[in-house]
């Protein structure tokens, strides 16, 4: 079994002068850098007070299993002798908010659509997409079901 290890730095850059001397007075804005990447800007939901020009943990919740499931599934593919051309993914996902405030994810839904070279690709490609959630170390660490409904094309 091999281990990989992470590190990433996150940096509350929303204090207004005050700290968190009121609710309202601290601004959730935050990075989230790691060495030698670009700084990504992060804040809260705008539900929570958060500035929505800037990447939410749940967006980037939703990110994560989206694109780890990607990239096993572009790895299968190419194994397969599978050519995709185009992937998109629109995900979805639902957070329920508990009366305490807590809350948590019910389920992620990935609406990948994969674009092949040919049409004998079809049924393959759609079967492979198993197989990448089988495989997606995102998906396997979270405690919800990540569903993934997909639509293939041929070039």
């Known amino acids: 079994m091999k281990n990989h290890h992470y590190k990433i730095t996150v940096q509350w850059t929303g204090n207004k002068g005050t700290g968190t001397s009121g609710y309202r007075d601290y601004e959730r804005n935050h990075t989230i850098s ?9 804040s809260s939901d705008p539900a929570f007070r958060g500035d929505r020009t800037k990447h939410n943990p ?4 939703l990110s994560s299993l989206s694109s780890c499931h990607m990239l096993w599934y572009l790895h299968f593919c190419s194994e397969a002798g599978i050519i995709v051309t185009n992937y998109t993914d629109e995900a979805t996902g639902t957070m329920v908010e508990t009366a305490s405030g807590s809350g948590h994810f019910t389920e992620v839904t990935l609406h ?10 079809i049924k393959k490609a759609e079967q492979l997409h ?16 990540v569903k993934h409904i997909p639509t293939t094309l041929v070039k």
Do not use: W
Not at 58 to 61: A, N, P, S, Y
Not at 112 to 121: F, R
Not at 130 to 145: G, Q
């Open 34 to 42: 790691a060495e030698n990447k670009v700084v990504i800007e992060g």
């Open 130 to 145: 198993h197989k990448a959630s089988e495989f997606c170390f995102i998906a396997n660490s979270v405690n919800f079901p």
């Open 112 to 121: 990948p659509t994969v674009t092949v070279a040919e049409e004998s690709m």
């Open 58 to 61: 749940e967006d980037m919740l």
